[in-house]
């Protein structure tokens, strides 16, 4: 992956204070992306980013979105399908480490059922890790986890995370 000059990122559901430090690079090409609004450089629905070619972006950073859509499966698909290939993208959302399978019911829409089942009223599923895993894999991703072994228990105690976090980078290869 090109890091540095010339690298292409998108950022999916920016972050408000991550996403102006990477805008602010010096030559790097930098897009935000969101389903709607005017924080972003661009609307687009994550499963038909029809606004970008195939292998397009270097980086992809999209976190804590794929448990708000409902075909996750397009969503991903639509990740591997703009990132270049050796391409790398850092993809987050909420885990539940002690089910064995991805909880999702497409039946289940009342924002109070929603908060008691997957935890968030506009959630519509909770994943396994096992089930985030396959699902990344699907279309083709290289799946990396890194914990507390990769960063260091002092890193992840000094910066307040759980030992038990993964950040989990895919790469198109």
């Keep these: 992956m090109a890091w540095g000059k010339g690298a292409t990122i998108l950022d999916i559901a920016p972050d408000p204070m991550l996403g102006p430090y990477l805008k602010s690079q010096p030559d790097v090409s930098y897009r935000s992306a969101d389903i709607s609004g005017d924080h972003v450089d661009d609307n687009v629905d994550i499963t038909a980013m029809t606004a970008y070619r195939d292998n397009s972006f270097d980086f992809i950073l999209c976190s804590h979105v794929l448990e708000h859509v409902s075909d996750d499966a397009k969503a991903i698909a639509e ?91 895919v790469e198109k290869q």
Excluded at 95 to 113: F, K, Q, R, S, Y
Excluded at 116 to 127: A, I, K, N
Excluded at 141 to 155: L, S
């Design 79 to 169: 990740l591997f399908r703009v990132l270049k290939p050796e391409g790398k993208a850092i993809v987050m959302a909420p885990i539940l480490l002690t089910i064995d399978e991805t909880d999702e019911d497409a039946t289940v829409v009342l924002p109070e059922e929603r908060l008691s089942r997957f935890g968030q009223e506009d959630h519509v599923r909770l994943y396994s890790k096992k089930g985030f895993t396959e699902r990344l894999a699907a279309p083709g991703f290289v799946v990396k986890q890194y914990g507390v072994e990769f960063f260091g228990a002092e890193t992840f105690l000094r910066h307040g995370i759980a030992e038990r976090s993964v950040l989990y980078v």
